[in-house]
C-alpha cells in the first residue's frame, strides 16, 4: 500500500471513530432527556421520539427499540433516496442513540426521574435533544424519523415543503399525547420541547451570529449606503437593478447587520427616502469582515 493509502486509511479510520464518539455523546444527551425529563413527565416531544414514547406509556415496549423498530423500514424505503453512505451513517447513529435511550442511560442516571414542575422538563427535555440531534447533524449524520419521511414524501409531492411535513407529523403527536395522556398541558409543554430543541439545534448548526440581510430599492440608493457605512459601520453593496414593468435603471442597496441593528437601520432609510422598498431577511453565519472569520471552523 502507497503512503497516501495508508493516510487514507487512517484519515477514514480517525473519522470513524470521532463519529462513534459523537453519537455515543449525543445519545446519551438523549437518553437523559428522555428517561428523566420528558417521558416521566408525560410529554412526547413529536416525531418518532413522541410516538415511541406514546406507545411505552400504552404498551410498555422500550422507547428506544420502539424508536429503531419504526426507523429501519423507513430507512430502508429511502435508501435510494439518501444514498447508502448518508444511509450507513445514519444507521450507525440511529443504533447507537436508541440504545443508549434504552440502555446506556438508565444504567447512568440509576432510575432518577425529575419530578419539578413539567414545564421545566420540557424545557430540559428539549435542550437536551436539540444537542443531540446537533451534533449528529455535525458529522453529516440524521437521527431518523419525520426528517427521512419528508425527505421522501416531498420527492413524491415536491408542492409540500419538508418543514412542512415534519410540522404535520409533530402536531399530530401533540394532539394525540392529549388525548392519551387526557391533558393539553402535555401538548403544551411537548410543543415547548420541540421548540426549545430546534432553537439549540440552530444554535449548534450556525452560531449565535444570527443577522439580517436588508435589500433596499431607492432612488437614493448611494446616500443611503452612505448613511448606513457613516452611522452603522456596516458595510454595503449597490446593486445594479432594472424594473421590470417599466424598464428603469434601479439601484439595489445590499447590507448584512446585526439584529440589534435594524430599529436603527430602519429609522435612517425613513429619513433619507420614505418611499424605499426594503426586504428584510433572518440570515445565519454571516462571513467576512466585521462578522464570523472566513477561515474560521
Same mark, same amino acid.
Given at each position: 500500500?502507497?503512503?497516501?493509502?495508508?493516510?487514507?486509511?487512517?484519515?477514514?479510520?480517525?473519522?470513524?471513530?470521532?463519529?462513534?464518539?459523537?453519537?455515543?455523546?449525543?445519545?446519551?444527551?438523549?437518553?437523559?432527556?428522555?428517561?428523566?425529563?420528558?417521558?416521566?413527565?408525560?410529554?412526547?416531544?413529536?416525531?418518532?421520539? !413522541?410516538?415511541?414514547?406514546?406507545?411505552?406509556?400504552?404498551? !410498555?415496549?422500550?422507547?428506544?427499540?420502539?424508536?429503531? *423498530?419504526?426507523?429501519?423500514?423507513?430507512?430502508?424505503?429511502?435508501?435510494?433516496?439518501?444514498?447508502?453512505?448518508?444511509?450507513?451513517?445514519?444507521?450507525?447513529?440511529?443504533?447507537?442513540?436508541?440504545?443508549?435511550?434504552?440502555?446506556?442511560?438508565?444504567?447512568?442516571?440509576?432510575?432518577?426521574?425529575?419530578?419539578?414542575?413539567?414545564?421545566?422538563?420540557?424545557?430540559?427535555?428539549?435542550?437536551?435533544?436539540?444537542?443531540?440531534?446537533?451534533?449528529? %447533524?455535525?458529522?453529516?449524520?440524521?437521527?431518523?424519523?419525520?426528517?427521512?419521511?419528508?425527505?421522501?414524501?416531498?420527492?413524491?409531492?415536491?408542492?409540500?415543503?419538508?418543514?412542512?411535513?415534519?410540522?404535520?407529523?409533530?402536531?399530530?403527536?401533540?394532539?394525540?399525547?392529549? %388525548?392519551?395522556?387526557?391533558?393539553?398541558?402535555?401538548?403544551?409543554?411537548?410543543?415547548?420541547?420541540?421548540?426549545?430543541?430546534?432553537?439549540?439545534?440552530?444554535?449548534?448548526?450556525?452560531?449565535?451570529?444570527?443577522?439580517?440581510?436588508?435589500?433596499?430599492?431607492? =432612488?437614493?440608493?448611494?446616500?443611503?449606503?452612505?448613511?448606513? *457605512?457613516?452611522? *452603522?459601520?456596516?458595510?454595503?453593496?449597490?446593486?445594479?437593478?432594472?424594473?421590470?414593468?417599466?424598464?428603469?435603471?434601479?439601484?439595489?442597496?445590499?447590507?448584512?447587520?446585526?439584529?440589534?441593528?435594524?430599529?436603527?437601520?430602519?429609522? %435612517?432609510?425613513?429619513?433619507?427616502?420614505?418611499?424605499?422598498?426594503?426586504?428584510?431577511? =433572518?440570515?445565519?453565519?454571516? %462571513?467576512?469582515?466585521?462578522?464570523?472569520?472566513?477561515?474560521?471552523?
Amino acid at each position: 500500500m502507497t503512503k497516501d493509502g495508508i493516510i487514507q486509511k487512517e484519515s477514514k479510520l480517525k473519522t470513524l471513530i470521532i463519529d462513534l464518539l459523537v453519537d455515543l455523546i449525543a445519545g446519551l444527551s438523549f437518553g437523559i432527556s428522555v428517561n428523566v425529563f420528558t417521558a416521566p413527565n408525560h410529554i412526547a416531544p413529536g416525531g418518532v421520539t !413522541g410516538f415511541a414514547t406514546l406507545m411505552n406509556y400504552i404498551f !410498555g415496549v422500550p422507547i428506544g427499540l420502539m424508536s429503531f *423498530m419504526i426507523n429501519v423500514p423507513l430507512l430502508l424505503m429511502g435508501v435510494r433516496l439518501l444514498g447508502k453512505t448518508f444511509f450507513v451513517k445514519t444507521f450507525k447513529s440511529v443504533v447507537i442513540i436508541n440504545f443508549a435511550v434504552d440502555v446506556i442511560a438508565p444504567a447512568l442516571t440509576r432510575g432518577y426521574v425529575y419530578q419539578g414542575e413539567k414545564i421545566m422538563a420540557g424545557l430540559m427535555g428539549g435542550v437536551l435533544m436539540g444537542v443531540c440531534i446537533g451534533l449528529v %447533524l455535525q458529522r453529516g449524520s440524521t437521527t431518523g424519523g419525520l426528517d427521512i419521511v419528508g425527505r421522501m414524501v416531498k420527492k413524491k409531492m415536491p408542492q409540500f415543503s419538508i418543514g412542512k411535513i415534519m410540522f404535520a407529523g409533530d402536531f399530530t403527536i401533540l394532539v394525540v399525547s392529549m %388525548l392519551v395522556y387526557k391533558n393539553i398541558e402535555s401538548g403544551l409543554n411537548g410543543l415547548i420541547c420541540i421548540f426549545v430543541s430546534s432553537k439549540i439545534l440552530d444554535y449548534l448548526l450556525y452560531g449565535m451570529d444570527k443577522g439580517m440581510m436588508l435589500y433596499v430599492v431607492s =432612488d437614493y440608493a448611494e446616500e443611503i449606503s452612505k448613511a448606513i *457605512m457613516a452611522e *452603522m459601520v456596516r458595510g454595503a453593496t449597490l446593486l445594479h437593478a432594472e424594473g421590470a414593468y417599466s424598464h428603469n435603471p434601479k439601484r439595489v442597496v445590499l447590507c448584512a447587520i446585526r439584529d440589534h441593528q435594524y430599529p436603527e437601520v430602519k429609522r %435612517l432609510i425613513r429619513q433619507i427616502d420614505p418611499k424605499a422598498f426594503m426586504m428584510v431577511n =433572518d440570515t445565519h453565519d454571516i %462571513l467576512g469582515t466585521g462578522f464570523n472569520d472566513m477561515s474560521a471552523d
